[in-house]
């Protein structure tokens, strides 16, 4: 009763606001016409026209109208569904945060299953939930939220947020001179905003921190500008480019707050999420975003240069099999270069020890740091009000309509336009990025506007000596490349196939001639079967399914609701002996059948559990002790259990011995930095994963003789072993030339 109140409120509200704003906009426009400055001046503009007459006045009238007509339009279709749902991005942050806030165990928040449980168990109706490419330091500000109900806390955010977007406006008034009428209409027509609001993203936050740096900048707060570009990166690694322009301008005092600023933030990030997760966006979320892998680096609907780079030149199997040419090392070459070509002249044309002109080479800045964004959601460009605000403050005092209807437009093309999949292989993906080419367009016409103002203050010399230092970090960039690739594709060989709705296969487990496995769909994660080349995904109720095992004709699945509950079933599908564990996860059954080990958790940290199979009134009992936290988990045919396990530190492998003793004995096996273990069948070889220079790659150990030999060996990562019943072949999962953590199956014979 009180949510059908609450939406017959809000759509009276509606009803209502889009009125008054409309009539408002006429209103204006009629009773103070000297409210429409034309475009020029106030030493040029024409008398006539500061009275209401003339085209001055009908410009200004119709801008009101526009403006009115798009805030009435936000408040009748985007205003509703940002305020009632909570959409993608924004319970991402706040299950991160409220984490954090109920002193959880954070080391493993950049894995997708994990986080996906947490939300799970929070009762959070939102399919899918990752961090990467997000920094957890970006996740503290829905911090002070976290004590409330997540609807009610996006409310919370939303408001906070159109109270920064006021103050970047008022700020932006003081740099640009602009009317409040166009740094409002500027707002209006960005359609990143309202999809900010509606996902419940932070871009606005980041908008009014580098709008505040660059006005405390030319106000002489120079160190402190460059305080607060460091904390921005923080949040968003790319401001961190805003380091070279201040050693560019030769300002060592804002170089060296920018310093502290990212310190800072890097400092609180350790202290309130720990070094594990840190670690782990350090070596493999922040490479990955900077080659553009972080996410799918096939989706032309991103429209960034190295999605439409991957789909012309890269081969996958399943997310790309028909590229222009397969030729992966042109990516290796070309991204970086073009990349150079579209930031260098933005750092090559600011003019050192000079303020005049600091607004616009600031906007070209951020303009080509978007243009070859890596990770470039809609909502990143909300940042775009900034140069487009200057840019029309620049104009504001020539004769120059066409120029200024120019800029809008164009400003509006390069927030609304994206990419789309549908466009066709080969090279027909050319015509799948239009929003990349439009910032392109508009990275030219920012150049030109530079290339006007320079002068003296820039020598040649040092723009050679600049360009010389770029030149060296593409070559490194390239090198850094290449030396990634390695390997990466001689996966594809042992690819098992897949189907297009499951974008991430995990976890997978034998059964018999078929694998069973853990696929994230666009709705969640699902069982799924794959036998003979065909994969089956099972509906599950819309409950997430998180682990999956089998063993003597059952499987054993994990239902992620508010808590998380293991469940039996037979071939059939019924239930079977031994009904539902409440409060379990990642299920195991021993090879012989008679025993279920499961992970049972406690504010983030786990510990193995057993339940022994077929004995009526037997208790289920915890194994390992409460300072082990751990991962995965496997049986030897002898009765012993190896499990991965972290401290406080990197994970690591533990093995117990025969797991019916009263008083089991836990011993390291001395792999450190290893987890995923596997037995095979006939208990000689155990698989695991080992991660080395920020990439996981499958080891073997003979169980007999502790001799380890590496399987794979390239800079991506194979996970989640599984053997086959011969004892010589693996399963396993690998995002090799895919996205990180979008993993699919895998099959190896590693033992001859």
């Known amino acids: 009763m009180a949510g059908d109140a609450l939406g017959t409120w809000?759509?009276?509200?509606?009803?209502?606001?889009?009125?008054?704003?409309?009539?408002?906009?006429?209103?204006?426009?009629?009773?103070?016409?000297?409210?429409?400055?034309?475009?020029?001046?106030?030493?040029?503009?024409?008398?006539?026209?500061?009275?209401?007459?003339?085209?001055?006045?009908?410009?200004?009238?119709?801008?009101?109208?526009?403006?009115?007509?798009?805030?009435?339009?936000?408040?009748?279709?985007?205003?509703?569904?940002?305020?009632?749902?909570?959409?993608?991005?924004?319970?991402?942050?706040?299950?991160?945060?409220?984490?954090?806030?109920?002193?959880?165990?954070?080391?493993?928040?950049?894995?997708?299953?994990?986080?996906?449980?947490?939300?799970?168990?929070?009762?959070?109706?939102?399919?899918?939930?990752?961090?990467?490419?997000?920094?957890?330091?970006?996740?503290?500000?829905?911090?002070?939220?976290?004590?409330?109900?997540?609807?009610?806390?996006?409310?919370?955010w939303i408001l906070l947020n159109i109270g920064l977007l006021l103050a970047t406006l008022w700020l932006l008034r003081d740099l640009t001179q602009l009317p409040w009428r166009r740094l409002a209409l500027v707002a209006a027509l960005s359609f990143p905003l309202r999809i900010n609001l509606l996902n419940g993203q932070y871009y606005v936050l980041l908008l009014f921190l580098l709008t505040l740096a660059c006005a405390l900048y030319l106000r002489q707060r120079r160190f402190v500008a460059g305080v607060i570009v460091g904390v921005a990166a923080g949040m968003k690694i790319f401001p961190v480019i805003f380091l070279l322009y201040f050693l560019r301008k030769r300002d060592l005092r804002a170089f060296a707050g920018g310093v502290a600023g990212g310190v800072a933030s890097a400092v609180v990030s350790v202290l309130a999420f720990g070094w594990e997760a840190n670690r782990i966006y350090l070596l493999q979320v922040l490479p990955a975003t900077l080659r553009g892998e972080a996410n799918e680096p096939y989706a032309l609907k991103l429209a960034s240069?190295?999605?439409?780079?991957?789909?012309?030149?890269?081969?996958?199997?399943?997310?790309?099999?028909?590229?222009?040419?397969?030729?992966?090392?042109?990516?290796?070459?070309?991204?970086?270069?073009?990349?150079?070509?579209?930031?260098a002249p933005a750092l090559l044309l600011a003019a050192p020890k000079e303020s005049r002109g600091v607004t616009l080479e600031w906007s070209a800045l951020l303009l080509a740091s978007l243009a070859v964004s890596t990770s470039p959601g809609g909502y990143l460009f909300t940042l775009l009000i900034f140069p487009a605000c200057v840019v029309l403050g620049k104009l504001q005092g020539r004769k120059s309509y066409l120029a200024f209807a120019t800029v809008l437009v164009l400003y509006f093309a390069a927030g609304y336009l994206g990419g789309a999949n549908h466009s066709g292989n080969g090279w027909s993906a050319l015509l799948g990025v239009p929003r990349l080419y439009a910032l392109l367009l508009c990275c030219v016409l920012l150049y030109a506007f530079l290339m006007r103002q320079s002068h003296a203050g820039a020598s040649k010399r040092g723009r050679l000596a600049w360009a010389a230092a770029l030149g060296v970090v593409v070559v490194l960039s390239i090198a850094a490349n290449l030396r990634h690739q390695r390997g990466v594709y001689d996966d594809y060989r042992s690819r098992t196939g897949g189907v297009d709705s499951v974008y991430i296969a995990a976890d997978p487990a034998v059964e018999k001639d078929a694998v069973l496995y853990v696929g994230m769909t666009g709705d969640g994660y699902r069982f799924a079967v794959q036998k003979g080349g065909v994969t089956q995904v099972g509906g599950d109720g819309g409950t997430d399914v998180l682990g999956v095992a089998a063993g003597q004709g059952h499987r054993w699945m994990e239902q992620a609701a508010h808590e998380s509950t293991i469940v039996l079933r037979g071939d059939a599908g019924g239930v079977a002996d031994g009904g539902a564990i409440?409060?379990?996860?990642?299920?195991?059954?021993?090879?012989?059948?008679?025993?279920?080990?499961?992970?049972?958790?406690?504010?983030?940290?786990?510990?193995?559990?057993?339940?022994?199979?077929?004995?009526?009134?037997?208790?289920?009992?915890?194994?390992?002790?409460?300072?082990?936290?751990?991962?995965?988990?496997?049986?030897?045919?002898?009765?012993?259990?190896?499990?991965?396990?972290?401290?406080?530190?990197?994970?690591?492998?533990?093995?117990?011995?025969?797991?019916?003793?009263?008083?089991?004995?836990?011993?390291?096996?001395?792999?450190?930095?290893?987890?995923?273990?596997?037995?095979?069948?006939?208990?000689?070889?155990?698989?695991?994963?080992?991660?080395?220079?920020?990439?996981?790659?499958?080891?073997?150990?003979?169980?007999?003789?502790?001799?380890?030999?590496?399987?794979?060996?390239?800079?991506?990562?194979?996970?989640?072993?599984?053997?086959?019943?011969?004892?010589?072949?693996?399963?396993?999962?690998?995002?090799?030339?895919?996205?990180?953590?979008f993993s699919a199956l895998s099959m190896r014979r590693v033992v001859p």
């Not at 011969?726 to 090799?736: E, G, H, N, P, R």
Request: net charge neutral; aromatic share 10%; glycine share 8%.
């Open 582 to 741: 409440a409060q379990a996860e990642h299920p195991v059954v021993s090879f012989d059948g008679r025993w279920l080990g499961y992970l049972r958790e406690d504010h983030g940290r786990a510990r193995v559990w057993l339940r022994a199979l077929g004995q009526a009134g037997s208790a289920d009992r915890a194994v390992t002790p409460p300072e082990l936290n751990v991962m995965e988990m496997t049986f030897l045919p002898t009765g012993e259990l190896v499990f991965a396990a972290a401290s406080d530190g990197r994970p690591g492998l533990f093995a117990t011995d025969r797991i019916g003793s009263e008083a089991v004995t836990i011993r390291s096996l001395g792999l450190e930095g290893a987890r995923y273990p596997a037995v095979s069948p006939d208990g000689r070889w155990l698989a695991y994963a080992r991660m080395q220079g920020g990439s996981w790659n499958l080891w073997l150990r003979d169980w007999t003789s502790g001799e380890t030999r590496r399987v794979t060996d390239a800079d991506c990562n194979t996970t989640g072993p599984a053997w086959a019943a011969d004892s010589k072949t693996l399963v396993y999962a690998s995002d090799c030339g895919r996205a990180l953590s």
């Open 10 to 156: 809000w759509k009276h509200c509606q009803k209502i606001v889009t009125g008054i704003v409309g009539l408002l906009g006429v209103a204006i426009g009629w009773l103070f016409p000297e409210a429409f400055i034309p475009l020029e001046d106030s030493v040029s503009v024409d008398p006539a026209l500061r009275t209401g007459r003339g085209l001055g006045r009908w410009i200004g009238v119709g801008e009101w109208l526009v403006f009115a007509l798009l805030v009435a339009r936000f408040f009748a279709h985007g205003a509703p569904q940002a305020w009632n749902a909570l959409n993608n991005d924004f319970p991402d942050y706040f299950v991160t945060a409220s984490l954090l806030h109920e002193h959880y165990d954070t080391s493993r928040v950049y894995e997708w299953i994990w986080l996906q449980r947490q939300m799970d168990h929070r009762g959070i109706e939102a399919p899918l939930v990752n961090l990467a490419p997000s920094t957890t330091f970006s996740t503290l500000a829905l911090y002070p939220f976290t004590r409330m109900p997540i609807l009610a806390a996006k409310h919370g």
């Open 305 to 343: 240069l190295p999605v439409l780079l991957h789909r012309l030149f890269v081969y996958e199997p399943q997310l790309n099999p028909h590229p222009a040419v397969h030729a992966a090392w042109l990516v290796a070459v070309l991204h970086p270069l073009l990349q150079m070509m579209v930031i």
